[in-house]
């Protein structure tokens, strides 16, 4: 099974602090993505990448970055946290097929900005 | 813009019952549709994938149908227990959204509640 881990499954921070969230899956699978999920606004995709080093702008990249420097891990960076990031978030991967491969989440960082 | 709809956003049914989520969505050229489960607190476990050439998908006591020209999938879930109540969520891999992978598209969920 493919597993996908996320380093913290709580986080408390202050607001201005810069945040890592990282996720590490173990299938060898090319593509990665990080949602946020909200109350009444489901799921958005903040960024997503299908491949090292790649990296593309989801649906709202504003105050937050990445990188995927080994195919494994994708980590999500608040470069400097305010409240209205307080959230769930989610990383997925899944295999590179046409159309897309079945997507495959981990158990979700529920963070706190304070 | 694609969009996905799932109706009802909330559901009650007694211990044993068969029943159906609809999930509608606005734009048919899409690579798949995806189903999941999720719990509260927790991430999402994915049910079922069902690719745009297929009409049906079944795991164990889950049966998944698509008909891409009408823009409709539903989520069959056959002699309810209370261990399926969770928040269930639909989600389309659109054509015109993500490049040739196709970024998911989700719906706001169905919250099922099976009552023993």
């Known amino acids: 099974d493919v597993k996908v881990t996320q380093s913290s499954r709580y986080l408390v921070k202050r607001t201005g602090e810069k945040v890592f969230l990282e996720c590490v899956q173990d299938m060898d699978h090319e593509n990665m993505f990080w949602y946020r999920q909200d109350p009444g606004l489901g799921l958005r995709l903040i960024y997503f990448s299908y491949d090292v080093k790649m990296k593309e702008k989801g649906d709202i990249p504003e105050g937050y970055s990445v990188s995927r420097e080994k195919k494994e891990r994708f980590s999500l960076i608040l470069e400097s946290a305010s409240t209205n990031q307080t959230s769930m978030y989610l990383c997925a991967s899944s295999y590179w097929a046409a159309g897309g491969g079945e997507q495959c989440f981990g158990p979700g960082t529920r963070l706190t900005v304070l | 813009k694609q969009e996905v709809t799932q109706i009802p956003a909330a559901l009650s049914v007694p211990e044993g019952e068969n029943l159906v989520l609809n999930c509608s969505f606005t734009d048919s050229a899409i690579y798949n549709l995806q189903w999941f489960r999720q719990d509260p607190g927790k991430g999402l476990t994915s049910l079922l994938l069902?690719?745009?050439?297929?009409r049906e998908q079944t795991s164990g006591r889950l049966n998944a149908s698509l008909d891409k020209s009408s823009g409709r999938s539903t989520l069959y879930i056959a002699a309810s227990q209370p261990g399926d109540s969770a928040t269930y969520l639909c989600?389309?891999?659109?054509?015109?959204?993500?490049?040739?992978?196709?970024?998911?598209?989700f719906g706001k969920g169905t919250k099922l509640s099976v009552k023993p």
């Open positions: 069902i690719q745009s050439s297929q």
């Open positions: 989600a389309v891999r659109s054509m015109n959204y993500g490049g040739s992978q196709g970024n998911l598209i």
